[in-house]
């Protein structure tokens, strides 16, 4: 096998030739232009890019959020978005975790109740999602923090809370866009050290889009989105 079809038989996800364009009033917007990459089970992957370049609509793409113009993507093998609404959601909801920039938890809930909310939207049941929700917490070292709500926890413990909710479906493939964006280096390192203890543990696949050159040496492999395409780029000289 050559290297391209090595890396297809061991991919968890792949795109292959994504487009995406967004219509605005004055012009379109072609941000993936024939977008090809394959995430293999059990890596770390980071993906870095200029602010713009489309490294938030790559990862909508690849979770089932965002329907690309033209291109697909194989979770599995399976071409996700040629198949149904109910397909979808459930893929969204079961085998990808979600970690943005901005935490996105729901500020009149507990940290625990937050890390709960995926699962119970799944149908899970209520005691084992609670269970499941503090066990995550508390492998989190937020075992004090699970009455909190979002305004009464720290940015890294909001994040982790996030993490902890991304992965209560115990998901195939976590995906974080820029999650050490707003916190301080000592937290975006303790973020990324649970990270990596993850993968390690549990062989949790993660792709991860960082504007740190710090995190992205941390990273297994990294790809850089630049002019709506994908490229390899040796880790140790971005800049
Ligand atoms: N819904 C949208 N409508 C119009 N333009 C958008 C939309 N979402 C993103 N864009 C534009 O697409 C480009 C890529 O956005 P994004 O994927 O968020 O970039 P990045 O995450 O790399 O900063 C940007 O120029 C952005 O302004
Ligand atoms: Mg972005």
Do not use: W
């Amino acid at each position: 096998m050559n290297d391209t079809a090595t890396l297809n038989a061991t991919c968890l996800i792949q795109g292959v030739g994504v487009h995406k364009s967004y219509k605005t009033a004055r012009e379109t917007l072609h941000v993936l232009k024939d977008a090809d990459l394959g995430v293999v089970q059990g890596e770390v992957l980071g993906i870095v890019g200029a602010s713009g370049v489309g490294k938030s609509t790559l990862l909508h793409v690849l979770g089932g959020l965002d329907r690309p113009d033209a291109g697909q993507v194989l979770f599995k093998g399976t071409d996700i978005y040629s198949q149904g609404s109910v397909f979808l959601d459930r893929f969204r909801n079961r085998k990808i975790g979600f970690v943005f920039q901005f935490f996105n938890l729901l500020p009149d809930f507990t940290a625990l109740e937050n890390a709960m909310f995926p699962a119970l939207i799944g149908d899970m049941d209520k005691k084992m999602a609670r269970e499941r929700a503090e066990a995550l917490l508390v492998r989190m070292g937020l075992k004090d923090r699970l009455t909190h709500k979002p305004g009464e926890l720290s940015g890294g413990e909001s994040q982790r809370v996030a993490l902890a909710r991304s992965l209560i479906n115990q998901p195939d493939l976590l995906l974080a866009d820029e999650p050490t964006g707003n916190l301080d280096a000592r937290a975006g390192d303790a973020l990324l050290d649970l990270i990596r203890e993850l993968n390690q543990t549990y062989g949790q696949t993660f792709v991860l889009v960082t504007h740190s050159q710090r995190i992205a040496s941390r990273m297994d492999r990294v790809l850089e989105l630049a002019g709506g395409k994908v490229q390899p780029i040796d880790k140790d000289l971005i800049l």
